[in-house]
């Protein structure tokens, strides 16, 4: 080997100290600045040459480093690109070019000056320096194999070079190393010193990784995971006894746990059995952890913990009266629930189910039973419900499994004995993954569920102490297998005189508070409440009763805030417009005037009742019945049993016998993008088409509803109070009902009772009787009409009125 001429040179230049990395000529590297004294040194080398002095700090936690915490070799670099970032901070690229020793190191401007010594050193290309490079490009390309870190292509051919000096600085710039180490090779400025250096370097390293890569294979070869842990494990237990600390504290503790948590005899066996499995587990194994989960779950369910019962019914019936208005048949059935309860000593647990439409009060009620009875509270959503595992839960084989929802409801409740709500049970769902409802004939029978089996505790659970209280706004969804282990408690809507008791005892109050208000600020008459009631609500329940309420309070917050808290306002029915704007609904009878073929009809929905508003058009035509309105077959078959009916009492209508192969009639119900089916509006279309054919208006203040038959037979009909609820919402006090649905008055609240004239009729022609106008023109009776109808009563006494 023969040197080259050597080459030094002393410059000036900006410098720059740098973290964790230590930056070799030859080499492009990036990284971030963001000291300020940093930013101001590339500056500096940016406005002049783009080249700048970099040296590696000692600690690199030093913020600010002095002159003697900075190595005294680097590198002198040029700045490729520069891009500031968001932050603030400036993304570099940069090359070195060549190493350098600091002289000197002075501050100005805010940043380093560094005089440095270049010394360049090259040498020869000779027979013993191409062996060390060869055998240095050997070693690294047996490290780049060994290191999973670094991609064997690329560094193989980033070393492919003739230059020495090359050659080492790349290596050396790749290699896994400490950052003291990687100074130590940036210090030394000869190539071939250099070589022999990294050669020595790379068969320390080549070494290290061959001794990793024999353990890793010896390990696992030799000892599993699960086999070394248990050696260590057992050393430690034995080392454990040796200093007396005891043995198996941890099954001792588990132990006492299942003694005290009061299990059933079976469950008490099966726990024990999985205690001592548990035990001669290895603790770290995945078989262990299902073990040890199953135990906590076995742990976590109360088995004998009671809520203390308040059996007082004084206590429950204040309880009840001071969070609900009304609903007296729910709190009397509530009442001799805990009446029972004071007699027997060990009664059964109830299942109730609360139907009603929206608002009405059927979650908040069972939240009020647990007040009362002194119980938890636990309420379990089903709505979409779809997979049976929801209530009975994965076997344990599944990955991830846990108890289903019953269960989990049960540990959260801490006690046996809680009210547990399954609200909207009318909202579940079916499909490939089975059927929620099926699993949930168990739970809600009193002769079973007392030995309920979870999938994932595969063990009995008794679930008799507990009170179910299930919501749902409709029946029809609820399987009848389900619907017959539910004793089934109807909530009806409220009367306008209900909604206003509700309002001033606890809507009014309630939305004062969250509105920050006091009464001071806002208070209602009740005429006030009464003309929000009529004029911006039309529902069953208090919900949006409530909004409104919420509503007004929000905008009088608003002037309380403006014009301080001496502002006072009464909200009356002649200023609520200034806080919720023009009435939404009309407090007025349906039509302004008696009209021909216009009838009004009561229907049923989920949220309670609504006037139904139909219509019939004769049109020159060939005997044609259009139904439009998105009726539903039902619906739709009602229509022509009705049209059936007219045409067999054509003379009645003074007809002719073939009036109908003339004319078309059109059917039409209004609000016709809003589904409807059923049969109860039967009266109410064969009223329409009787009107519309003798040319006889139907009376503007009445309103009807009824299935008819093919021989003019009123039938009865479902939903009478919410049908009556609707009709005095809409100012409609004369109705026409099925004979059949007397005996269902009872239910109707006695100031609605009174505050209505109730026709019951049992054919079709009492109903022409009552509702048309004026009385049909008076025919002879045809002999081949049908003798099952009977003559209508010329004053309509049949009926049975109720004033």
């Not at 077959?633 to 059936?644: F, G, L, N, Y």
Request: aromatic share 6%; proline share 5%.
């Amino acid at each position: 080997m023969t040197q080259g001429k050597d080459k030094f040179e002393v410059r000036k230049l900006p410098m720059m100290p740098i973290r964790d990395v230590v930056i070799f000529p030859h080499m492009m590297t990036p990284f971030v600045v963001g000291r300020e004294s940093s930013v101001k040194a590339l500056d500096e080398a940016l406005n002049s040459d783009r080249k700048i002095f970099l040296a590696t700090q000692h600690d690199a936690s030093v913020d600010e480093p002095k002159p003697n915490e900075i190595y005294q070799v680097g590198t002198i670099v040029n700045i490729v690109q520069s891009l500031k970032l968001p932050d603030g901070n400036i993304k570099v690229l940069v090359e070195g070019i060549e190493r350098a020793k600091v002289q000197q190191v002075t501050e100005a401007d805010g940043y380093l000056h560094a005089t440095v010594k270049t010394g360049k050193i090259t040498i020869e290309t000779t027979p013993t320096v191409e062996q060390a490079m060869q055998k240095v490009t050997a070693l690294f390309e047996q490290y780049v194999k060994l290191c999973q870190s670094l991609n064997y292509e690329t560094m193989i051919a980033a070393v492919r070079m003739e230059d020495p000096s090359k050659l080492s600085d790349t290596i050396a710039a790749n290699l896994q190393l400490p950052i003291e180490e990687k100074q130590e090779l940036l210090e030394i400025f000869d190539p071939a010193e250099r070589l022999n250096r990294i050669a020595d370097v790379l068969d320390i390293e080549i070494e290290k990784l061959n001794m990793d890569r024999t353990i890793q294979t010896r390990v696992k070869r030799q000892m599993e995971r699960a086999q070394k842990e248990y050696y260590l494990n057992e050393k430690i237990k034995a080392i454990q006894k040796e200093l007396g600390r005891g043995e198996k504290s941890e099954w001792d503790e588990l132990k006492k746990k299942v003694d005290a948590a009061g299990m059933p005899k079976e469950v008490h066996e099966k726990a024990m059995q999985e205690l001592k499995k548990l035990e001669a587990m290895p603790p770290m194994s995945a078989e262990s952890t299902v073990s040890r989960n199953y135990l906590d779950w076995l742990l976590a369910v109360p088995w004998k913990k009671r809520s203390k019962e308040i059996r007082s019914i004084e206590h429950a019936e204040k309880i009840l009266n001071q969070d609900h208005y009304g609903l007296e048949k729910i709190k009397d059935r509530i009442l001799e629930f805990l009446a029972v309860r004071q007699l027997v000593k060990n009664p059964k647990g109830s299942i109730l189910c609360f139907v009603g439409p929206p608002g009405v009060g059927k979650t908040s009620l069972g939240m009020s039973i647990a007040k009362a009875t002194g119980r938890k509270f636990v309420r379990m959503s089903l709505g979409g419900v779809r997979d049976e595992a929801e209530i009975r839960g994965h076997r344990r084989t599944y990955i991830g499994a846990l108890p289903g929802q019953i269960i989990q409801s049960m540990k959260k409740a801490g006690t046996k004995n809680p009210v547990f709500m399954l609200d909207e049970i009318d909202k579940m769902a079916a499909d490939f993954r089975g059927d929620p409802s099926a699993a949930l004939l168990e739970v809600l029978d009193p002769e079973q569920n007392y030995m309920f089996q979870d999938h994932y505790l595969d063990v009995e659970y008794d679930l008799s102490q507990v009170l179910f209280v299930a919501t749902s706004n409709v029946l029809h969804t609820i399987p009848a297998a389900l619907q017959d282990r539910m004793e089934v408690l109807r909530l009806h809507g409220y009367t306008e005189l209900e909604k206003l008791e509700i309002a001033k005892q606890y809507l009014v109050k309630k939305q004062r508070v969250n509105a920050g208000l006091t009464e001071a600020n806002l208070s209602f008459t009740d005429d006030g409440i009464t003309e929000l009631i009529r004029s911006y609500t039309r529902e069953a329940g208090v919900r949006n009763l409530e909004r409104e309420i919420g509503n007004v309070c929000r905008k009088v917050a608003r002037r309380v805030v403006k014009d301080g808290t001496k502002y006072s306002v009464v909200v009356t029915a002649e200023n609520i417009t200034e806080f919720l704007g023009v009435a939404k609904f009309r407090d007025s009878e349906v039509h302004d005037k008696n009209e021909v073929g216009l009838v009004t009809g009561l229907a049923w929905t989920e949220v309670g009742g609504s006037i139904l508003t139909t219509e019939v058009s004769v049109l020159d035509g060939k005997g044609k019945l259009t139904a439009t309105g998105k009726l539903g077959d039902v619906m739709q078959e009602s229509a022509q049993a009705a049209m059936s009916y007219v045409r067999s009492r054509s003379h009645r209508l003074g007809l002719p016998r073939d009036f109908y192969r003339n004319i078309d009639v059109h059917l039409h119900v209004p609000e016709g993008a809003i589904p409807k089916d059923g049969p109860s509006a039967g009266i109410t279309i064969a009223t329409a088409l009787a009107s519309a054919l003798a040319k006889i208006p139907v009376r503007r203040d009445i309103a009807m509803t009824g299935e008819i038959t093919l021989r003019g037979k009123v039938l009865p009909i479902g939903g009478l109070k919410e049908k009556l609820l609707a009709a005095h919402r809409a100012g409609i006090f004369e109705i026409i009902l099925p004979k059949d649905n007397q005996k269902d008055i009872a239910e109707v609240p006695e100031n609605l009772r009174n505050a209505m004239k109730l026709h019951f009729v049992e054919y079709m022609d009492e109903v022409l009787t009552v509702a048309l106008e004026r009385p049909l023109p008076e025919f002879p009776t045809e002999p081949e009409e049908l003798a099952t109808v009977p003559p209508p009563t010329a004053t309509g006494e049949s009926s049975v009125a109720h004033q």
